[in-house]
């Protein structure tokens, strides 16, 4: 079993605020990514780092990974009731196992 | 176009019946998987399935079987269906080593 355990688990915050959700494993990934999953939708990719100590941006989501490549974190700006949702990370298929294993989630509520 | 479809979206059946969850995709990805969504929101790999091989987590019941007909399509059949199955399942798929995973609507099954 593959453990990634994401913190916190809920988060409600008010518009305009920022916020940053945890992913770690006691294990190196390959490479990580993370999802989006909006009610009643399938998850879907926001982006993958591979590199240790990376950081993606995309709009006011900012990613990073852990240098040793073991966490990562992903940090919202101004949050927006759009970002609402259920944010999982993920370890993507390695060459000896094509499984993507999924953290335990983190929902975010922005109010209004 | 959907690129990944699963089939029904919803589902009420009682206990001990078989009841079967079709998915298609038309990304021509090489494979493709089935995760369980508990009420915890917690997304959990079932299966994964090439044209060269299966991986079946250890902890899935062998009351749940995949079958796939040909590439583009891994259906997923239930026996004797239990109270604890009742969960929202997702159909996904990806092609290569750390690729984007890329995910149905899901299918509620409720077992009454």
């Known amino acids: 079993t593959q453990l990634l355990e994401q913190s916190p688990q809920f988060l409600s915050i008010q518009e305009g605020e920022n916020l940053t959700v945890y992913c770690n494993s006691s294990?190196?990934?390959?490479?990580l990514q993370w999802y989006r999953q909006e009610p009643g939708e399938g998850p879907v990719l926001l982006v993958t780092?591979?590199?240790?100590?990376e950081v993606k941006k995309l709009k006011r989501l900012t990613f990073q990974f852990g240098d040793a490549r073991k966490d990562s974190s992903l940090h919202i700006t101004a949050a927006q009731p759009g970002d609402t949702g259920l944010y999982l990370c993920?370890?993507?298929?390695?060459?000896?196992?094509?499984?993507?294993?999924f953290g335990t989630g983190t929902s975010l509520t922005v109010i209004p | 176009d959907t690129a990944v479809s699963q089939t029904p979206k919803y589902l009420v059946t009682q206990m001990g019946n078989d009841k079967s969850i079709k998915c298609e995709q038309n990304l021509g990805h090489d494979t493709m998987y089935w995760y369980k969504q508990d009420s915890k929101k917690f997304l959990k790999i079932m299966f994964s399935?090439?044209?060269?091989?299966?991986?079946i987590n250890e902890t899935v019941p062998n009351r749940f079987s995949p079958k796939s007909p040909d590439k583009a399509h891994l259906n997923l059949h239930i026996n004797s269906l239990e109270l604890g199955d009742s969960a929202v399942y997702f159909c996904?798929?990806?092609?290569?080593?750390?690729?984007?995973?890329?995910f149905g609507q899901g299918t509620r099954l409720t077992v009454v």
């Open positions: 993920a370890r993507t298929p390695t060459n000896t196992g094509n499984q993507f294993y």
């Open positions: 294990s190196v990934f390959s490479s």
């Open positions: 780092v591979v590199t240790g100590g």
């Open positions: 399935y090439n044209n060269k091989e299966l991986i």
């Open positions: 996904a798929s990806s092609h290569g080593v750390g690729a984007e995973a890329f």
